[in-house]
């Protein structure tokens, strides 16, 4: 078995456990710099562990068969991928979404999203060339929805140094192939899917549009009156989890990105309403890698949707929410899903440049677990060897492992989430910033001398460097915060106490005045009167 083989066995199965994935683009125009942007979020259910591989080009015998039984071609390009393929050596870039769908595949389909996903990236130098591909092989081979609870689509936004299309997918009424559309997001306009098709007016003829042959004809099935343009999503969509789980995080990235276009965060039903576009004019033409860092990080604060904000945040606002109920008690609903979630296996953002060579143009920022704590690390698509540390981490804890040092760094910032982000937060831009500044200094330093391989050890040295940063800050955090005080408020340890707003919530205050001073503490003066008066 050859080495890209081994490592496509491993990588398929890693990606087998998503469980909700929130994606942005941002087409060349729309950027500050003219590259081409993507973002994805693989947001699990607490059983997956993040780490980033590199799949090596490979030369194959005539004859060859492709798992999972396809013929293969006689060569294949190398990327990055974290079971999802994220990047290939020619700047393609493809960020997942999966989707709800009227269809569930049959017992003859083959391919699977990440099959797909995987084969582009080995065979693409485009991304045009990339959906074709994908399209053409599900509709011959079937297409193998998951079985994720969002449901049997998919989306993915398919990125080059030039160009981005969002490509959505489902299977076809007999579930042995697919019915797929792609559409390509025009220059200067950022672009959101999250769970949901986004796909609406489908021009026959158009070369802005890619689709199957079936897709007419399997609309039409469907109520579709047979008049142009067709809307994908409104035929072959079908409910959201529930309502505002993938509407409100439309809403959300817009807001960050494009707020001037004023969108309601309301909406009837997001399928048929269509309150949300495909495509939208950001608010100004400087998008950066940082910008969608940003929204990959949202909870929605300073709206009235915040996730920090309210009784449900706690004393010390933190923005998750977890899974399921315990105590007997038959409860039933639902928080916000935000952008940022605590449950996330892996995020990244993906740079293309068309002025740079493709062995440094093509980035992945690659952060594990949850991006809000979690930082931001470029791995440019000629990197062959991943460090361990971001490749290697397994089940077992071990502060060797990026996931593992962010996995406590954000279970640690549930103590004081208010105090500790700030912290957290600051590091994070010094961290991305500085590795912004490496970037460029080791691209100017590859268009004088040429060698690859000095280039990528200095992005080595910064993954490993960066591990250190963060799994030092988690025992800075606990030195400086710890039972219920804080060493860095003024002078001595500084009791924090809690929020007044969620003492009068909790019933707090029933207390007579007289027990309320007796409970004040008398770390200083000032703070002891202060308390006084609060009582009074």
Known sequence: ?????????????????????????????????????????????????????????????????????????????????????????????????????????????????????????????????????????????????????????????????????????????????????????????????????????????????????????????????????????????????????????????????????????????????????????????????????????????????DLTAGIAAGPFGTPSRWVGVTGGANVTGFFERAIGIYRTIVSYVTQARSWLPNEIGGVVWFAPHAAHTSCYVPFPVSMEVIPEGYSNATGTLSRDHAFWVHRILLNVAQIKYTYMIQDIQAQQNASETGSQSIQVAAEAAYKSTGNITEFNAKFTENAVATIKTFSSLIDWLLQHYPDGYCNRCGKGPHAIGYPAWWLKEVGYTTETPAQCINNCPDTTLDVYKQCVQNCL
Request: glycine share 8%; net charge negative; hydrophobic share 35%.
């Open 1 to 305: 078995m050859t080495k890209a083989t081994t490592i496509l066995s491993l990588v398929s199965l890693l990606a087998g456990t998503a469980f909700g994935c929130t994606t942005l683009a941002a087409s060349r125009g729309a950027t500050k710099d003219g590259s081409v942007l993507t973002s994805h979020s693989n947001d699990g259910a607490g059983d997956a562990i993040g780490r980033l591989h590199h799949v090596p080009a490979a030369d194959w015998p005539s004859g060859s068969i492709r798992p999972p039984g396809i013929p293969q071609v006689a060569h294949t390009y190398s990327y990055h991928t974290e079971g999802y393929a994220a990047m290939n050596q020619w700047q393609v870039g493809l960020a997942e979404s999966t989707c709800s769908a009227v269809y569930g595949d049959g017992p003859h389909a083959l391919l699977s999203i990440v099959d797909l996903g995987q084969i582009a990236l080995e065979r693409a130098t485009t991304a045009r060339d990339a959906v074709k591909i994908m399209g053409n092989l599900s509709v011959e081979y079937g297409f193998k929805s998951s079985s994720s609870f969002e449901g049997a689509g998919e989306s993915l936004f398919v990125s080059d140094p030039t160009e981005v299309y969002v490509f959505q997918i489902l299977p076809d009424s007999s579930g042995n192939s697919s019915i797929w559309a792609a559409e390509r997001i025009p220059d200067k306009h950022v672009a959101v899917v999250a769970n949901f098709f986004t796909i609406r007016g489908i021009v026959e003829g158009s070369s802005n549009f890619l689709y199957s042959e079936n897709i007419f004809s399997e609309a039409k099935q469907l109520g579709w009156d047979g008049t142009s343009p067709l809307d994908f999503t409104r035929y072959f969509a079908s409910a959201e989890v529930h309502k505002y789980y993938s509407g409100r995080r439309m809403w959300g990235a817009y807001l960050l990105l494009a707020s001037k276009q004023n969108f309601s965060d309301e909406y009837g039903d997001l399928q048929r309403d269509a309150p949300y576009p495909t495509y939208t004019t950001p608010d100004d033409f400087n998008v950066t890698i940082f910008t969608l860092m940003k929204v990959m990080r949202y909870h929605y604060e300073g709206t009235k949707h």
